[in-house]
């Protein structure tokens, strides 16, 4: 096994991280002032448009998406480096479009939903929301109520969803729902696509998030979808999902070791400047083993991280890897995070520094795309399915 880059995956990373320190970093101290007056904690429009119009300029735009689109048809495993520098900042700015739903469709378009679907959104023209969960129904997907059934040419689709990013900005929404309770979420649930706007597809309310994000209810009330809406196989929506949810895993993997190499570097600057009853707080054993201890398992992340990318590009079984790779970094982002801001005192304290705003968004990371708990339940099954029948 090669750790080693190449050529062509360490130019890409430092171009991101040039663009990050050059462009994103320096509106830090403007997004953390104006959420510190009660304004909004994410980019604003005009400030989006600016660093999209740059990423363009670079060709920092449809890294992976498929060539024929004007895409780079990078895999989850060069994108890595690209999460990896990217995370490194209060700012949430990603280049679009989101690597996730990209996968998923690729897996999943028919030529017609290509063309319609696919095509703008790998050009990052085009927005997507996904609705997976729904109220009561925690992480699991064999709960799902939203049902779906056919009546003549037309699917008929009633239910509700909750937790959606970008649902009142998407011009599509991938929507999951079951086509047959009786199997769950293995054979009986479908995904579809739904267009802005149509009727049926009712945005009840949004929910404010920790770290500046919304989030969206919505209310599907006897929405009707042409055949033709059937995002792959019918029954198997949870399959290509998977793959989706394995990518948003890896991603979030990458993003949260930037995280935690950026509360690191923040650490370790202060506490070589900073003195306390006469030493440096460099010095104080508590720090440096708060630092060593950090850098350890910062360095196993990173390893567990693009050992897994590698297994996904492969198309090999990684659902474990996947959640093992949520599960560490966002605990050790956590916990890197917190003792950066322990080590600052009362500044880091406070929402001039960039420690709290990440904190909240890590803090959002333990929960969506499966909660620590779950993850740690997954993990233990397949350790025990050799030992205990029917696991």
């Not at 989706?244 to 070589?272: E, F, I, P, S």
């Not at 990684?318 to 600052?344: G, H, N, P």
Request: net charge negative.
């Amino acid at each position: 096994m090669d750790f080693q880059l190449t050529d062509e995956q360490q130019m890409l990373r430092d171009l991101c991280a040039r663009f990050r320190d050059d462009y994103v970093r320096p509106l830090e101290n403007k997004v953390l002032g104006r959420e510190a007056q009660g304004g909004s904690a994410s980019l604003l429009p005009e400030e989006t448009e600016v660093l999209d119009a740059r990423a363009k300029e670079l060709g920092l735009y449809a890294l992976d998406g498929p060539e024929e689109y004007g895409g780079s048809n990078l895999d989850c495993t060069t994108m890595v480096g690209v999460w990896e520098e990217m995370g490194q900042t209060c700012i949430e700015y990603y280049f679009p479009p989101d690597s996730p739903n990209l996968r998923m469709l690729m897996q999943t378009c028919t030529e017609d939903q290509r063309k319609k679907y696919l095509e703008p959104y790998s050009r990052g023209e085009a927005i997507s929301a996904i609705a997976i969960s729904e109220p009561g129904g925690g992480g699991d997907p064999a709960a799902m109520t939203t049902r779906a059934t056919l009546d003549g040419d037309e699917w008929v689709i009633n239910g509700r969803k909750i937790w959606i990013s970008k649902a009142d900005k998407s011009d599509f929404t991938i929507l999951m729902a079951s086509t047959d309770p009786s199997k769950g979420a293995r054979g009986g649930i479908s995904a579809f696509v739904v267009e802005k706007a149509t009727p049926g597809f009712i945005i009840q309310r949004r929910i404010p998030m920790l770290g500046g994000r919304n989030t969206y209810e919505i209310v599907i009330d006897n929405l009707r979808l042409p055949k033709e809406a059937l995002l792959g196989e019918l029954g198997n929506g949870f399959g290509p999902m998977q793959l989706r949810l394995n990518t948003r895993r890896v991603q979030m993997g990458a993003w949260c070791a930037g995280k935690t190499r950026y509360a690191l570097d923040l650490m370790k600057d202060w506490v070589k400047q900073r003195s306390t009853f006469g030493a440096l707080l460099a010095d104080r054993q508590a720090i440096q083993w708060w630092i060593a201890d950090a850098e350890m398992q910062l360095h196993a992340l990173r390893l567990m991280v693009y050992n897994t990318a590698d297994k996904v590009d492969r198309g090999q079984q990684a659902r474990t890897e996947c959640s093992m790779v949520k599960l560490m970094a966002t605990e050790l982002a956590w916990d890197t995070i917190d003792k950066a801001m322990q080590a600052y005192g009362g500044m880091g304290m406070t929402r001039e520094m960039p420690l709290a705003m990440m904190a909240n968004h890590v803090r959002v990371m333990r929960v969506y795309e499966g909660p620590s708990e779950v993850h740690r339940m997954l993990i233990a099954r397949h350790a025990l399915q050799d030992r205990i029948p029917g696991l």
